[in-house]
């Protein structure tokens, strides 16, 4: 273990529990000083419930905080900047509608006789920016500014407090590459003139090229703290999905030999800035295409592409040849275009209606509200699709959150098959449910695929992503990096290619 003299920052055996969820268990963090630091996992490993818990948002059950030798119990994100502890975020929390100058000092104003000493507040905002660099007018409103100097100026307002710790939480998902490299450069300036830095970002290339450290953590629990130069990428996604991909055997999968049929939809370099890269990718009749990449890789940024849930700013879509533009969810909607989102709790269900009205919800949506359902109709369909589903539920009119989650996931797939979309996007349809359930989603799947519906399928899970899919692309990064078929669909080639450096990405 390092000597004592070196830690800044030791949280020890953080314990904290939700109900129904053990969040964290006995989780031990270490932030030495002057290093950038890197907490990764995958989705609910505990990155952010640990946050929370360092800056005070979350009150852990048990545990302690040692900050420069002393221990603290911070109570509130303003008691960690008490501390020394200070956050930026990937949204930004300042006011476009004041200063520069303001936003740095705001809650802290200087004063002179019981007056704003505006000169001074001026003068101390330019040598905050000074130190880091950045040279602009703090007497310009912030929100003149681009969301890159934004970042900048948070960090800078941050360090100011005299910091001994600062969190940064995502600050690069909507930055170009110059500027990313400038805010690197910053970072390492702090670095290196004492302060420490958490960086979170689901970037891998970003984390090898600025950490120094890295701790993963996995189901709430803590894998292990590492050396980033000693840690091959492919070995730190095995420890974040909890798979030694290194002795994988080949896998005996069955690939469905069928007939190509037309390309339903086509995308040809579709992006959006600052949401995905531009990408090409083509869907046939009857064809599943499925996604695969860690978390935040870009894969549900490309299905809202898609759904219209996002707008693209480049490149065009082709439905059946035709060109088209999906500025909102109807739009894919009427074009016979279905998504299952990847939280169904809160983007999918409307808990406190009924299961029947939930799985007509669509159906409603497409006729407009002019059209009403009538109810022995509503009635009618809810039946149908309860038991093409298996959907195990007391009664179409008990309220859907009465349902277990695997049934709660059935709903909301009744409620697109009722539309007959000929495509059908399904994100993470099996997160968060039982193995019975998910077996019966992925047969689900694979038998509308059968029946000539096109399908995009989207998991964390990489074995249920080739079990279903005919062709897989690869994302990392928010790009689309490679596309395979076959007898090349095997999870260890797709883990080697998401854990390649981006000059040799296939």
């Excluded at 002393?70 to 109570?75: A, D, K, M, S």
């Excluded at 049929?261 to 064809?287: C, M, Q, R, T, Y």
Aim: hydrophobic fraction near 40%; proline fraction near 3%.
């Amino acid at each position: 273990m390092e000597p004592n003299t070196d830690v800044i920052l030791r949280m020890s055996d953080i314990d904290i529990e939700f109900p129904g969820v053990h969040a964290l268990d006995s989780v031990d963090f270490t932030l030495r000083r002057n290093e950038i630091h890197s907490i990764m996992g995958e989705n609910g490993a505990g990155k952010s419930t640990l946050i929370k818990v360092l800056t005070g948002v979350y009150k852990k059950d048990r545990g302690s905080i040692t900050l420069d030798g002393v221990e603290i119990h911070p109570q509130s994100p303003l008691e960690a900047r008490y501390y020394g502890v200070n956050s930026v975020y990937q949204e930004i929390n300042l006011c476009d509608n004041l200063s520069v100058a303001e936003n740095i000092f705001i809650g802290r104003q200087k004063t002179r006789f019981g007056k704003i000493d505006w000169k001074s507040i001026r003068s101390g905002a330019e040598e905050a920016l000074r130190k880091l660099n950045i040279t602009v007018d703090v007497t310009r409103l912030l929100g003149s500014y681009s969301v890159a100097v934004k970042q900048m100026i948070a960090i800078a307002r941050a360090v100011d407090m005299n910091s001994k710790v600062l969190i940064l939480d995502e600050p690069t998902s909507s930055l170009d590459r110059p500027e990313v490299e400038q805010l690197f450069s910053t970072i390492r300036k702090l670095r290196d003139e004492g302060l420490s830095v958490i960086f979170i970002s689901h970037f891998l290339d970003q984390i090898y090229e600025l950490c120094d450290r890295v701790t993963v953590l996995r189901n709430g629990r803590l894998i292990g703290e590492y050396v980033l130069h000693d840690l091959p990428r492919l070995e730190l996604i095995s420890k974040m999905v909890g798979k030694d991909f290194s002795s994988l055997k080949n896998q005996n999968k069955s690939v469905r030999d069928k007939e190509r049929n037309e390309v339903f939809i086509e995308a040809k370099h579709l992006g959006k800035k600052h949401v995905v890269e531009p990408f090409d990718l083509s869907i046939h009749k009857g064809e599943t295409l499925g996604f695969a990449g860690l978390l935040g890789s870009g894969r549900t940024e490309v299905a809202n592409l898609l759904f219209g849930i996002e707008e693209a700013d480049n490149g065009e879509l082709l439905l059946q040849s035709h060109r088209k533009t999906f500025k909102k969810p109807r739009d894919a909607i009427n074009s016979l275009i279905a998504f299952c989102p990847e939280d169904r709790k809160k983007n999918g269900l409307i808990h406190d209606l009924s299961v029947r009205e939930n799985i007509i919800l669509a159906m409603q949506a497409k006729q407009g509200i002019f059209k009403y359902l009538p109810l022995k109709k509503q009635t009618e369909i809810a039946a149908e699709y309860i038991k093409k589903l298996g959907i195990v539920t007391p009664g179409a009119d008990i309220p859907v959150k009465n349902l277990s989650g695997g049934n709660q996931q059935k709903v909301i797939l009744a409620r697109w098959l009722v539309t007959n979309p000929s495509l059908l996007i399904l994100d993470e349809p099996t997160r968060g449910i039982d193995v019975a359930a998910k077996a019966e989603i992925m047969n689900l799947a694979m038998r509308l695929c059968d029946e000539g519906m096109s399908l995009v399928f989207i998991s964390s899970e990489i074995e249920e992503v080739i079990r279903c899919s005919d062709r897989v692309a690869v994302m990392r990064d928010r790009k689309k990096i490679a596309e395979i078929a076959g007898t090349d669909l095997e999870e260890e080639k797709i883990m080697k290619i998401i854990a390649a450096d981006s000059g040799s990405a296939a």
